[in-house]
């Protein structure tokens, strides 16, 4: 827990959010500025800055993260069609949430394949 952390704040019923999925370990809640048909955020409870800031003991929490992903997707009716797991990892990433988080997006077609290099 961070005392200065919204998503934090969201685990603790602090702040509002619209929580699809929760665990003794993780939380996904719907992203407050989708920039797809879904777009929804999974995160871990623990509060890890960013994926560099991941121990090795955390290992199978990040396993556990995208065995939620996979759960949400399925329930999301994402999982025929397919979907994008995103990790931004520190400021040339743009990441503006400094809780560890996987954006999974899905509902439409998504064109740029960031892992060729087109997309920003
Ligand atoms: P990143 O840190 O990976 O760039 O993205 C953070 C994401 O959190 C953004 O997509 C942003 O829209 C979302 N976000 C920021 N603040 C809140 C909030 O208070 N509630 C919810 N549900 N999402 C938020
Ligand atoms: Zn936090």
């Given at each position: 827990m961070s005392d200065d952390c919204i998503f934090c704040k969201i685990i603790n019923r602090e702040l509002d959010a619209d929580i699809v999925y929760e665990d003794e370990h993780s939380i996904a809640f719907k992203d407050?500025?989708?920039?797809?048909p879904v777009h929804i955020l999974v995160a871990p409870k623990?509060?890890?800055?960013?994926?560099?800031?991941?121990?090795?003991?955390d290992e199978p929490l990040i396993g556990h993260l995208h065995g939620v992903i996979n759960e949400v997707a399925r329930a999301f009716k994402l999982d025929t069609k397919g979907y994008r797991v995103v990790i931004n990892c520190g400021s040339d990433a743009g990441q503006i949430v400094f809780h560890l988080h996987l954006h999974l997006l899905g509902?439409?077609?998504?064109?740029?394949n960031l892992a060729q290099g087109r997309g920003a």
């Open positions: 407050i500025n989708p920039v797809a623990k509060h890890i800055p960013t994926l560099q800031d991941m121990d090795k003991e509902g439409r077609p998504l064109l740029q």
